[in-house]
């Protein structure tokens, strides 16, 4: 059995602020994009360990999304994966 994904209302606010860009210039790259970080992050019910540690902070992760990182953290004893954020790479590491 799978973790349940469990997005935060910042990510999923950020989620929604990065296709509404991406879609001022182009609607279809908006949409693909956003199709391609669910199905990311729906990865990550089967295999929450798939991303990198995340150094700056104990029990977060990251995985990429290119041009974004997805971070999460794993809680093991509630059977979830929290989505925390979502991060351009070109940016500095955010204060998760």
Request: net charge neutral; charged share 30%; aromatic share 16%.
């Given at each position: 059995?799978?973790?349940?994904?469990?997005?935060?209302?910042?990510?999923?606010a950020r989620l929604e602020e990065i296709v509404r860009y991406i879609s001022k210039d182009n609607p279809?790259?908006?949409e693909k994009f956003g199709l391609r970080s669910v199905d990311r992050t729906a990865l990550l019910?089967?295999?929450?360990?798939?991303g990198q540690p995340y150094l700056k902070r104990q029990n977060v992760r990251r995985l990429?999304?290119?041009?974004?990182?997805?971070?999460?953290?794993?809680?093991?004893?509630?059977?979830?994966?929290?989505?925390?954020?979502f991060w351009h790479t070109a940016r500095r590491n955010p204060e998760i």
């Open positions: 059995m799978g973790f349940k994904i469990v997005f935060a209302p910042e990510a999923l279809a790259a908006a019910a089967d295999f929450p360990e798939i990429g999304c290119k041009p974004y990182w997805i971070y999460y953290r794993v809680r093991r004893d509630k059977g979830i994966v929290e989505i925390m954020d």
